[in-house]
């Protein structure tokens, strides 16, 4: 898919990223709303998940489990996007500004995260059942959203630039990547499903419209001898032309 809206496909994804986003949004606004007025009880699922979790803790899976779900939080998520923006770009100004770009798609997806999670003001499960530190409010996952936004922006990155296997390849791993690090959040007795649930739709919804909007970002081409040069979109100057 050519999520940059380039090319013969145009027409037909272009309004795929409106759609998407309207979807989840509708979704997510029924699942906080479920949530409000709930007053952060637990909702179908929940319990079956965290009892789950609780009865499956050997003490090998409880470190891989933290292992990944460390990646989902701290610097990690944003090194991560300012590479794949810096390695998207054909020149140098390309390179600075989509890494800045998308930094800051991240970073305002985390805000807007920030305070719905001070909005709802969900309690999580009880400390007792933690195998992880914790803090703060539960809905919606901040390690959830966090690394479905990284995970989106990677792919977003890869597909500019990237062949198309290797963009098929990155894709499949940052989206396997992110969905682990939702799981072990539940698995580890931090979170409840449905606080997961939460942070990906939030996260589609924020990417949804972040790539309508790129759709309109110019690429820079360059040809192997840099800009301008001969078989990178321009002609060769007619006056630098061999006598005939």
């Known amino acids: ?7 013969s496909g145009v ?14 949004a509708l979704l997510f606004a029924a699942l906080a709303t ?11 699922g929940d319990a079956a998940a965290h009892a789950w ?16 779900t460390a990646t989902g939080t701290g610097p990690w998520p944003y ?28 970073v305002a997806g985390q805000l807007v995260r ?19 530190h914790a803090s703060g409010f539960a809905f919606p996952s901040g390690h959830a959203t966090t690394s479905a936004l990284t995970a989106g922006l990677l ?24 969905v682990a690090v939702g799981l072990t959040r539940v698995y580890l007795g931090v979170h409840w499903a449905s606080d997961v ?7 589609a919804v924020w990417l949804s419209l972040w790539w309508g909007w790129a759709r309109r970002l110019p690429v820079e081409s360059r040809g192997r001898d840099g800009p301008g040069a001969p078989g990178a979109g321009t002609a060769p100057d007619a006056s630098h032309a061999p006598p005939s």
């Open 155 to 178: 792919c977003w990155a890869t597909t500019r630039r990237a062949r198309v296997d290797l963009a098929r390849t990155t894709c499949t791993l940052a989206v396997c990547w992110a």
């Open 197 to 203: 649930i939460g942070g990906w739709l939030l996260a």
């Open 53 to 68: 979790g609780l009865a499956h803790r050997p003490p090998e899976a409880v470190a891989l489990a933290r292992g990944i």
């Open 11 to 24: 027409h037909r994804t272009g309004r795929a990223p409106a759609l998407l986003a309207v979807v989840c």
């Open 34 to 44: 479920t949530v409000a007025l709930r007053h952060g009880a637990i909702l179908p």
């Open 114 to 132: 920030t305070g719905l999670m001070e909005l709802f003001a969900r309690a999580r499960p009880a400390p007792a059942d933690w195998a992880a």
């Open 1 to 7: 898919m050519d999520w940059t809206g380039r090319g």
């Open 79 to 106: 090194v991560l996007v300012v590479i794949a923006g810096f390695l998207s770009g054909s020149t140098t100004r390309e390179r600075i500004r989509t890494a800045v770009v998308v930094l800051m798609v991240l």
